[in-house]
């Protein structure tokens, strides 16, 4: 690992990233061994990975996999659920629970979309839909934080968008936390935040986790992988390059280079399901939903 000046055999790579994860989460204060997490699941290396290395930590840690129905051809869902089902088939003592879009909501992500969102790629909707599920299950499950299996790549490659477009409240607001709010938001924490994308796939080999290869059909083109080619070819001619990046913004940010840049939200109760929301009325949810049963015919649920 040039990045680190660091080489490792397999045995001791493994260990690694699991202290070095557990050090994360001590150092940004995620979540403690009291608390419950709810680990979000896609059958992919970082999302299987992280529930690995949290079980393995000792946290109270379940898993959350969300159905949203895309196919296109590939099977992507599908084969998404048979990974987590294998994973957890040598790890009986996980609990893993599973909503499935369609059967829930009426519609599959692509569906939904296409019904809402013309001509547009799904993944606003999925994004939306997603983020909701996840705090209603945390919630309605007595979780006391969500945890994502972002990585050091995946945080870059946001940072790198918001600099380029000095989107100057999510630079406030981007971190390895999002507290939970006295409302019903619960808290967001993202373990992997420091670790190279592969480094957590070569950790997946090593221990031996299947996880599904392809990507999501609809992020083709998307400008987050267009921002990982161009941070890939830096990290190739100056490794470490992206973890400097991410470390020195997390220092200008708790120094306070980004204080009085956030937009206070003001966080009401959906009049509709009660989930905490930025509108007034109906949250975007309930609304998306509702113009899904309009254009189908099918009954409020």
């Not at 309930?286 to 113009?291: D, G, I």
């Amino acid at each position: 690992m040039r990045q680190h000046k660091l080489a490792l055999c397999a045995d001791h790579f493994a260990e690694w990233i699991v202290e070095q994860t557990g050090r994360f989460i001590r150092k940004y204060h995620m979540f403690t061994h009291d608390e419950r997490v709810l680990v979000a699941v896609s059958g992919g290396k970082d999302s299987l990975s992280l529930w690995d290395v949290l079980d393995r930590l000792g946290y109270r840690v379940d898993g959350l996999y969300i159905g949203l129905g895309i196919d296109e051809g590939i099977a992507y869902s599908d084969n998404s659920l048979a990974k987590i089902e294998a994973f957890l088939e040598a790890r009986p003592h996980l609990s893993l629970t599973v909503v499935d879009v369609k059967s829930t909501y009426g519609a599959t992500i692509p569906e939904a979309a296409a019904l809402t969102h013309r001509g547009r790629k799904p993944c606003a909707v999925c994004g939306l839909i997603k983020r909701y599920i996840m705090n209603r299950v945390a919630l309605e499950g007595g979780y006391d934080a969500i945890a994502t299996g972002h990585n050091l790549d995946d945080e870059v490659a946001v940072l790198f968008g918001n600099v380029l477009n000095w989107q100057t409240g999510y630079l406030a607001r981007q971190g390895p936390v999002l507290p939970e709010s006295e409302l019903g938001l619960v808290r967001k924490v993202k373990p992997f935040c420091r670790l190279y994308e592969r480094e957590i796939a070569a950790y997946a080999l090593i221990r031996g986790i299947d996880y599904i290869y392809d990507e999501c059909p609809f992020s083709e083109g998307a400008t987050t992988l267009y921002y990982k080619t161009i941070l890939n070819k830096l990290e190739e001619d100056r490794p470490g390059t992206k973890l400097r990046f991410y470390l020195e913004f997390l220092r200008a940010r708790e120094e306070g280079a980004f204080s009085g840049l956030t937009e206070e939200v003001v966080l009401h109760k959906c009049t509709s399901c009660g989930q905490p929301t930025g509108a007034k009325g109906e949250c975007a949810f309930c609304r998306l939903w509702a113009r899904v049963r309009e254009r189908t015919g099918q009954a409020a649920g």
